[in-house]
Every structure is written in structure tokens, then in C-alpha cells.
């Protein structure tokens, strides 16, 4: 099993920023990749941007220029700088880590909500 705990969450103003941090625990030697997801009300979750091997990342569309993901392997945390916010923004967001075996096991973070409004 794996345990996430996403932090950093908060109301921002427009063009503000915000640093999201995850930290993994438990069986974190089989994760193959992490990553961040974000859901508004009424949408479907959508993925923000995960790490995909080799320190090579995926940025969901909404994310390219303006997010960066990073991670402290010492400290099984995983980032997500958010810069130049935009009320669109606004979501629930949520840490993914997934085990690829014979099955594909997805591990959830309980979510950090970031509301960007003026």
C-alpha cells in the first residue's frame, strides 16, 4: 500500500503562485510514476502532469508554461509549482501514484483545494 498526503492548497490571487507538495509513504519502492491531477466542480478530472521515467515529465495542456513539477527522492515528496494562476485554475488537486505489475494500482492522495479568485 501507498499513502499520499497532498499540502499547499489555499486561495491565491489571480497571476499569484502557489507550491503543492506530496509526500508518498509505505510501499513507495513500487511506484512506477507520480503524478498531479486536478478536478473542478462539474468536470472531470484531468491530469496536470506526471513523471514518466528517467525525470522526463508529461504536462497536461492547462500546465505547459506555467506549472513545474519536481521531486526530493530523499524525501519521497513530489512538487508542483503553480505560477501565474488564473481563476480557471481552481480546483481540487490531487497526488497520484501508480504501480504497473499485472495490474495497474492507482493510489490517491485525499486532494488539496486551490482557489484562485480576487
Known amino acids: 500500500q501507498v499513502q499520499l498526503v497532498e499540502s499547499g492548497g489555499g486561495l491565491v490571487q489571480p497571476g499569484g503562485s502557489l507550491t503543492l507538495s506530496c509526500v508518498a509513504s509505505?510501499?513507495?519502492?513500487?511506484?512506477?510514476?507520480m503524478g498531479w491531477y486536478r478536478q473542478a466542480p462539474g468536470k472531470e478530472r484531468e491530469l496536470v502532469g506526471q513523471?514518466?521515467?528517467?525525470?522526463?515529465?508529461v504536462y497536461g495542456d492547462a500546465a505547459k508554461g506555467r506549472f513545474t513539477m519536481s521531486r526530493d527522492s530523499l524525501s519521497n515528496t513530489m512538487f508542483l509549482q503553480m505560477n501565474n494562476l488564473a481563476p480557471e485554475d481552481s480546483a481540487v488537486y490531487y497526488c497520484?501514484?501508480?504501480?504497473?505489475?499485472?495490474?495497474?494500482?492507482?493510489?490517491w492522495g485525499p486532494g488539496t483545494q486551490v482557489t484562485v479568485s480576487s
Open positions: 497520484n501514484a501508480r504501480r504497473v505489475s499485472d495490474t495497474i494500482d492507482d493510489y
Open positions: 509505505g510501499n513507495v519502492f513500487s511506484i512506477h510514476y
Open positions: 513523471f514518466i521515467g528517467r525525470g522526463n515529465i
